[in-house]
Each structure stands twice: as C-alpha cells, then as structure tokens.
C-alpha cells in the first residue's frame, strides 16, 4: 500500500488518504508510517481522511504560497 501511495504521489504530487482505524493514536501512526516511507509532507487530518504533499522530482505542478507566518 505505502508503494501505491508513493506513485500516486509521483502523479499528483497532492493526494488524500482514508485511515481505517478507530483509535485516533493509531491513525497518527499510519500518517507518521506514511510520511516517513514515502518522504510526504502531512497537510491535514479531517475525520478518517488525511491529505499528504510530496512535489513532484522533475516538476512541480502545484505552487504553493509563501507563509506570511513568521
């Protein structure tokens, strides 16, 4: 599965993904499992679906502003 991810990452570069568990510590261990395989970015987490980031390596489709936060 966490290969799956990873080439729909290549593709997309934006993908969301829905948790099957109950336990809300056991869906942060999967998005953490998934972050550190794939090397995504974790964006958010809303219920059971989080949605992770990786750009593209040759070309990034999507631009992302630049935070005003400092």
Known sequence: MLAEIGHALNA????K????AE?????????EQ???TTGATFV???GHVATFYRPHPDKSIIV???S???
């Open 44 to 46: 958010q987490r809303v």
């Open 68 to 70: 005003k936060i400092s």
């Open 34 to 36: 998934i972050c550190e």
């Open 23 to 31: 336990d809300r510590d056991d869906r942060q261990a999967m998005i």
């Open 12 to 15: 997309h570069e934006l993908l």
């Open 64 to 66: 992302l502003p630049k």
């Open 17 to 20: 993904v829905r948790l099957v």
